[in-house]
């Protein structure tokens, strides 16, 4: 998990700076420990790793909170009403990749239209 080897770093001494580029990302796929396997397989090994490297282990909603503070900029608990407006946003934005883009992320379904639209046009000899 990538989550360990950060917690790794951090307990030999590495310092990390925070900067504005984008070094990598991440992909979604089946079988996610993050998303489909997420009580199987992601809660067991997350709270192992806090127990390792915290001491003790996050219940399931605390860290969900952390998230959402993280993700959405509002903790659902200190500021509720942002919170709920950001979830909503979010919320909208799922139903749109489920039923428009048929659960296809967004660049891949850009070029599969690109690839549709323009491909026999720019092939025609």
């Known amino acids: ?24 990302l991440f992909r979604s796929y089946q079988e996610q420990k993050s998303i489909d396997l997420w009580e199987k397989v992601g809660l067991p090994e997350i709270a192992r790793l806090h127990e390792t490297y915290l001491g003790r282990s996050l219940p399931e909603k605390e860290m969900i909170d952390h998230y959402q503070k993280y993700f959405f900029g509002a903790h659902p608990v200190d ?11 979010w919320g909208g934005f799922i139903m749109y990749k489920k039923e428009v883009l048929n ?23």
Do not use: C
């Open 1 to 24: 998990m990538d989550y360990e080897l950060w917690l790794r770093f951090l307990k030999h001494g590495a310092k990390f700076l925070a900067v504005e580029d984008f070094f990598g």
């Open 79 to 89: 500021d509720p009403e942002a919170s709920r407006f950001s979830q909503n946003i």
């Open 103 to 125: 659960k296809l992320p967004l660049d891949d379904w850009g070029f599969a239209e690109y690839d549709r639209k323009f491909k026999p046009i720019l092939s025609t000899p």
